[in-house]
């Protein structure tokens, strides 16, 4: 979970589709062909290499891409707390929009989606102060569990809509996760504000095993992989959401009872722990507490971590490393809520709304050091959607200039007040668009090379999935770049595709770039992400 809180006031009416006004998706960012799966791409958070650039750098400038490859990827994703609650009062033809939009190639073709397995919310209704996003209703998100033994399978209709949505379309990976465990297993009987109580570890882990199996089974929809215990380090005390708190010496017998019951009722769903807020105060010490437990490293799939201490190259390395002295892939699983602070320095947290580029390119260079010194294989975003805009969206100024009062934590935005006035369109932001750079071409499975010898001010990673390259260009600089890039091997190079997001554009395909033997070279605008499709024989 972010470290901010939500609130939107929700009245519920009667909503009318023929009230419906769908936001169209440009044209130019529609996919032409379907691009093969190939890796794992990335950005610049780090002030190492994004110094910004005055002039235009040489097209002279070489950049190489190993023959090594660092990392498999598992996938790009985006969640799907609380958000769906609002949503499930849209017609149906706006839900279908925000699906298309989420999960094919109409706009982000997502590989990873991470539904949210609601606690019941039994005490997180305290409001937020002054943002104007989700109302406590909203984030305590109903649970199946009624007693021992019994469910209530309607229960969370917006949750399991968009669940349905992103199983129909075919997204390779859903992530079930849990911020808190119903009352009756938490030492405080509340859905925030305690901890899973030691005593109830077996059932609680049969419980999520219930309903896990129940999901697959029933309703015919796989979970890929679930995480227990949803950033274990808070009890969410302020009680402005659901939290829960595991200490570091419970985790590994969570883990394994979980593990043990998954193995019974559904072989197929891995387990991702252990989601820790941030990387260098309580992932990095705080996992060898419960992976060093014998019997437990056999039950866990990834390792996954928040970042939003935004830490460095060095810490992201450790991370890296960590997760290879146990033999498992990481995962960056979420991040929201920051501050473009320039080519030259990191993003850090704050409040902001910066729909426009430099929102984007703040995110890429955060995906830039996940990927690149982390080394993770998946990377997600917070929640996919936010009402936390701090401007009317009906209004154009509102999605194109930087205000104070919002947060970047939607990739797309939608008009609080929707139960009034019957405004059901979403906004997207340039976030969105970057993240579709990355998502919709790098698909599970390929595999990310490194890239060096940029000029100043840009960044790049390749990827590699059989005969394809995708590589995706940043260029933090306010200068266009160009330099030859130059792909291990001596296959020729065939360009297949380009496609840009920058100030003026939004996953617009472009002209692509002349190439001579093993060599495409690349020219970019000043602040701009690129994904270049490249096949090479051999």
Known sequence: MSPRRFRLRITPVLLSIAALVAVGVPASAAIRSAPTAADRTATARTA????ASASTASASTGATVSATADQTMSGFGASGDWWVNPANYFPAAAQKHIANLLFTNQGLALSQYRYNIGGGGAGADVPTGGESELG???????????????????HDPGGTTFLRYAAADHVPQIVANVNSAPPAFTTNNQSCGGELNSAD????????????AHIQDAWHIKISDVSPMNEPDYTRSDCTQEGMEVPPALRATVVQALGKDLAQQAPDTGIIADESSDVGSQFLPEVPQWMGVAGTSQYVSALATHTYDF???????QAS??????GKPLWATEICCFEYNGPSSPPSYGQQFDPTI??????AQIMYEDLSAGNASAFDWWVALSAAEGCNVTQASCMNSVNSTGWNDGLLNFDPNFAVDHNYN????????????????????????????????????????????EVVVINLNTASASFGLQLPGSGQVRPEGTYQTSATESVA???NPPVQGGTASVSVPAQSITTYLLGQAG
């Open 48 to 51: 190492s290499a994004s110094t």
């Open 321 to 326: 490393a960590l997760a290879t002295k146990y």
């Open 136 to 154: 406590p209703a909203d984030r305590a998100p109903q649970t199946f569990y009624v007693a021992p033994g019994i469910y209530d399978w309607s």
């Open 358 to 363: 430099t929102g984007g390119l703040a995110l």
């Open 509 to 511: 395909r472009i002209a």
């Open 311 to 317: 830490p460095t190259d060095a810490t992201m390395a």
């Open 201 to 212: 570890v077996s059932a609680y882990v049969n419980y999520l095993t219930t309903v896990i």
């Open 426 to 469: 979403v906004y997207p932001t340039k976030r969105f668009y970057t993240l579709a750079q990355f998502s919709r071409f790098v698909r599970p499975g390929a595999q990310r090379h490194t890239v060096s010898g940029t000029p100043s001010g840009v960044q790049a990673l390749a990827f590699r999935n059989g005969s394809q390259w």
